[in-house]
C-alpha cells in the first residue's frame, strides 16, 4: 500500500525541491487504462473480486468489498522492469483517506471511486509506464479482463422525464464551490433539478388572455459531440505540497483555482500549463481529466497521464439535448403581446458548465423581440447520459432554432412575410429587452435589411422541381454575453526593444495568440510577428476568466490594449527624461541606452 502518510496535508511546506517540478519526468509517468461499465445506473454487489490475469508481462488484481473500495487495484510487471504497485482507493484499514475527501466528494463531476455508478464509470486502473515490447498492449488485454457483477437501478434519460421521476440521479446535491451562487442548493435531496432560472416581465396570463391569436409549439434538440481533434489529454504531477498539470483546457486561471480548493492548497502550490490546443469549441471548459490525474497521481506518487481515444470522447462531454416549449400570443396588428417559454436542458450526469448555460440562454430565450410580457423558466436535470456543457453558442443554437422555427410558423398561419412579422416584433436600439439589458450596438433591423438584399428576399424564388428542390430561410438571433468578466495582461519591453505578451486566452486554433499580438504591435508600432506571446502557465501568465463565449479579443484584447497605452506613457517619459523632443521615434535599444 502507499504509505497514507504520503498525503497528509503538510503543516509546513519544504521548497528544497521545488524546482523538480518545473518539467515533467514522463519516464517515471504511468499511462492509465480502465475499463467502463456497461450499464448506466449500478450498485456494485458487496462480494469478494478476485481476478489474476497474466497476459504476457502483466496481471491485474482487484479486490473490495462494495460500498468503500476496501480492496486494492494492482499491477505487476514481470522481466526487466519488475514493480509492484498497489493502491486503497477512498480509505485504509486505519481510516485515513489517501485520496482527500474532496477530491471524491466536493464536486458531482469528481465523485469517481464511489460504489455507485451513473453513467459509465471508471471500474479499474491500469497504470504501465513502459511502451516497449507492446506492454500497452498487454495492459489493455489485462483491462478486458476484468468482469463484475452489478444490481442495475432504475435510470432516467428524458430531460422532462427527469422533472418529476423518483428516480434520482444523485442522492443529493453537492454543488461545485465555483458556482457561489448556487450554494442554496447543497445537500438538497429528491431531486433532479440542478437549476431553475427563472425570469418574469409583465403580466402573461392577462396579456394572453386577450391576444388575438395564440399559437403554442415544442421542440426538441438531440446530443452532439464537439470531438475537436486533439481528444482530452492531462499529465499530472503530483506532490504533498505542490502540483503541476500539463493538459489541453480552455480555462487555466478555473483549473489551477478548482484544483487548489480540491486538495485543500494555496493556489500558489497548484500549476497548470496548457500547450496549443487542439480545438475546443466548448467542450474543454472546465475541469475535465484533471481532477482523476491528479487523484491518481498522488496514490501512485508519479507523474500519470491520461489521454482519451477518440471513442472515449463520446463519453466525456456533449452538447445539451433539449425540449423547450413556447407560448405566444399575436395582437390583431401582428405584434407579438405576450411569450412563454419553458426549457428543459438534459444536463446528464454531471453538471459541468450546465448551470451557466441555463442561466445565460435561459434568459434570452423569448428571443431577439420587443415583447411586454414574457414569462421564462430555463431548468438544468440530471439523467443518466452523458454529461452535457458548451457548445460554440452556449445554448443559443438550440433556442435560435426553435423560437425562430416557432416565428416563421406563426408568419405563415398569419399569412404574413416572414420578414415583415419580424421587422415588426424586432428590438430597436436603446429599448430593453426582457431581461432587461439595454440593446446597443446592435442594429438588427439593418442586419435584417442587409440579408434580405443578399438572399434577393423580394425577387422571384424558383423552387425547383422534381427530386432535386430548393429553400431559403434567415433566422435572427440574440445571445447573452458574459460580461463584465476579468482578463489580466502584462507587456515586458526589453532592453534591445523586443516585446513580450503575457497573457492567459488558450489559442485552440481561433487565432487569438495572432489577433492579440497584433493590438500589442498596433499600439506598440512594432511588427506583429516580432511580438512573442508566452505559453499559458499559471505561475507566468496572469489570470483570465476563460477562452470561451467569443470574449478574448474585446475582453483580453482591451486589456492588452491598455497594457500598451501605459507602455507607451512610459517610454515618452523615458524619453523627456534623458533630454529627447517631444515625438522624438528613437528606436527603444538607444533610449534604454541613452538612460541605463
Known amino acids: 500500500l502507499v ?61 473490495f468489498e462494495g460500498g468503500n473500495w476496501r480492496g486494492n487495484v494492482g499491477m505487476q510487471f514481470v522481466g526487466q522492469h519488475q514493480e509492484s504497485t498497489g493502491v486503497v482507493i477512498n480509505g485504509t484499514e486505519a481510516g485515513q483517506p489517501i485520496v482527500p475527501t474532496s477530491v471524491t466528494k466536493g464536486a458531482d463531476y469528481l465523485d469517481i471511486l464511489r460504489s455507485r455508478l451513473r453513467i459509465m464509470g471508471i471500474v479499474n486502473v491500469t497504470p504501465d509506464s513502459f511502451s516497449d515490447g507492446g506492454r500497452y498492449q498487454d495492459a489493455e488485454a489485462a483491462v478486458a479482463q476484468i468482469v463484475a457483477e452489478y444490481e442495475e437501478l432504475p435510470a432516467v434519460y428524458d ?31 429528491s431531486t433532479n433539478m440542478a437549476v431553475d432560472a427563472r ?7 392577462a396579456a394572453f388572455a386577450n391576444a388575438a391569436h395564440v399559437f403554442e409549439h415544442t421542440f426538441h434538440t438531440q446530443k452532439c459531440l464537439h470531438l475537436a481533434f486533439e481528444p482530452f489529454a492531462a499529465i499530472a504531477d503530483a506532490r504533498p505540497d ?11 486561471s478555473f483549473v489551477r483555482f478548482e484544483i487548489a480548493r480540491l486538495l485543500g492548497l494555496p493556489q500558489n502550490k497548484v500549476r497548470i500549463r496548457i500547450p496549443y490546443v487542439g480545438g475546443g469549441y466548448g467542450s474543454k471548459l472546465y475541469i475535465k481529466l484533471e481532477g482523476l490525474v491528479v487523484a491518481l497521481s498522488l496514490l501512485v506518487r508519479k507523474p500519470v497521464k491520461i489521454a482519451l481515444t477518440m471513442e472515449e470522447q463520446f463519453y466525456q462531454i456533449t452538447k445539451h439535448p433539449s425540449t423547450f416549449r413556447i407560448k405566444s400570443g399575436i395582437d390583431k396588428d401582428g405584434r407579438i403581446t405576450a411569450r412563454k417559454c419553458e426549457v428543459y436542458w438534459n444536463g446528464g450526469a454531471y453538471a459541468d458548465v450546465g448551470p451557466r448555460v441555463t442561466h445565460k440562454s435561459g434568459f434570452v430565450a423569448s428571443g431577439p423581440y420587443d415583447i411586454d410580457n414574457v414569462s421564462t423558466d430555463s431548468y438544468a436535470l440530471y439523467t443518466n447520459m452523458t454529461p452535457a456543457g458548451a457548445l460554440r453558442g452556449f445554448g443559443i443554437p438550440q433556442l435560435c432554432w426553435a423560437y425562430e422555427s416557432h416565428t416563421d410558423i406563426i408568419a405563415r398561419a398569419l399569412k404574413l412575410d416572414p420578414v415583415e412579422f419580424r421587422k415588426k416584433n424586432l428590438l430597436r436600439e436603446g429599448q430593453a429587452h426582457a431581461s432587461g439589458t439595454v440593446l446597443k450596438d446592435a442594429p438588427l433591423e439593418a442586419v435584417l435589411d442587409r440579408l434580405c438584399e443578399r438572399l434577393k428576399w423580394n425577387a422571384p424564388f424558383d423552387r425547383g422541381s422534381g427530386t432535386i428542390r430548393r429553400g431559403r430561410g434567415l433566422a435572427l438571433a440574440l445571445k447573452a454575453a458574459i460580461s463584465p468578466t476579468t482578463s489580466v495582461a ?9 516585446v513580450t505578451l503575457y497573457c492567459s486566452t488558450v489559442d485552440m486554433g481561433q487565432g487569438s495568440d495572432t489577433g492579440l499580438a497584433q493590438v500589442v504591435a498596433e499600439e506598440l508600432n512594432v511588427p506583429a510577428n516580432s511580438v512573442r506571446v508566452v505559453p499559458r502557465d499559471t505561475d507566468v501568465t496572469p489570470y483570465d476568466m476563460g477562452t470561451l463565449g467569443s470574449r478574448s479579443l474585446f475582453h ?16 515618452a517619459a523615458l524619453a523627456r527624461e534623458v533630454g529627447e523632443p517631444e515625438g522624438s521615434n528613437i528606436p527603444v535599444a538607444e533610449l534604454f541606452q541613452k538612460r541605463y
Request: hydrophobic share 40%; net charge negative.
Open 199 to 205: 425570469l418574469r416581465r409583465g403580466d402573461v396570463d
Open 490 to 498: 502584462m507587456i515586458n519591453v526589453s532592453a534591445d526593444g523586443s
Open 556 to 571: 483580453m484584447g482591451n486589456a492588452i490594449r491598455a497594457a500598451a497605452v501605459e507602455i507607451k506613457a512610459k517610454l
Open 3 to 63: 504509505d497514507p502518510q504520503y498525503l497528509v496535508k503538510p503543516t509546513s511546506l519544504d521548497w528544497a525541491g521545488f524546482g523538480e517540478v518545473l518539467s515533467i519526468d514522463l519516464e517515471r509517468a504511468l499511462d492509465v487504462y480502465y475499463d467502463r461499465a456497461p450499464i448506466l445506473d449500478a450498485n456494485f454487489y458487496d462480494k469478494n473480486w478476485d481476478i489474476e490475469e497474466e497476459v504476457t508481462t502483466a496481471f491485474v488484481k482487484l479486490d
Open 242 to 252: 505542490h502540483v503541476t498539470v500539463h493538459t489541453s483546457c480552455q480555462g487555466p
Open 159 to 189: 430531460e422532462v422525464e427527469a422533472m418529476t421521476s423518483k428516480t434520482y440521479v444523485h442522492d443529493k446535491l453537492r454543488p461545485a464551490g465555483s458556482f457561489a451562487d448556487l450554494k442554496h442548493l447543497k445537500d438538497v435531496k
